[in-house]
Nanobody, 123 residues
Framework: QVQLVESGGGFVQAGGSLRLSCTAS????????MGWFRQAPGKEREFVARISTGGGTTYYTDSVKGRFTISRDNAKNLVYLQMNSLKPEDTAVYYC????????????????WGQGTQVTVSS
């Protein structure tokens, strides 16, 4: 089983930056594709970014392209989401997820989730 913990959320003004981190337990971190998702009040969990097991392939939802960057450090069991030029519509609880096998943008296909970290962007 994989345990995931997110950190790095907080309050920031529009145009600012935050870096979210996801720490993973276990020796098999490199066997999982990883993703970042977010959920705003009254909305379903939404795909943000994903990264392959070795970090060679990344994909982003259109609304964050050019602003967010997902990366991973398998030696440290860490996944990051660097968020620049933040907008009020980015406000949500951000979750990291782990998925065995092929990568996916569908949250229902992920095997493990962290508890989430709140990101609030003010204007």
């Amino acid at each position: 089983q994989v345990q995931l913990v997110e950190s790095g959320g907080g309050f920031v003004q529009a145009g600012g930056s935050l870096r979210l981190s996801c720490t993973a337990s276990g020796r098999t971190f490199g066997s999982y594709a990883m993703g970042w998702f977010r959920q705003a009040p009254g909305k379903e969990r939404e795909f943000v970014a994903r990264i392959s097991t070795g970090g060679g392939t990344t994909y982003y939802t259109d609304s964050v392209k050019g602003r967010f960057t997902i990366s991973r450090d398998n030696a440290k069991n860490l996944v990051y989401l660097q968020m620049n030029s933040l907008k009020p519509e980015d406000t949500a609880v951000y979750y990291c997820g782990a998925k065995s096998g092929s990568s996916s943008a569908s949250p229902a296909l992920y095997d493990y989730w962290g508890q989430g970290t709140q990101v609030t962007v003010s204007s």
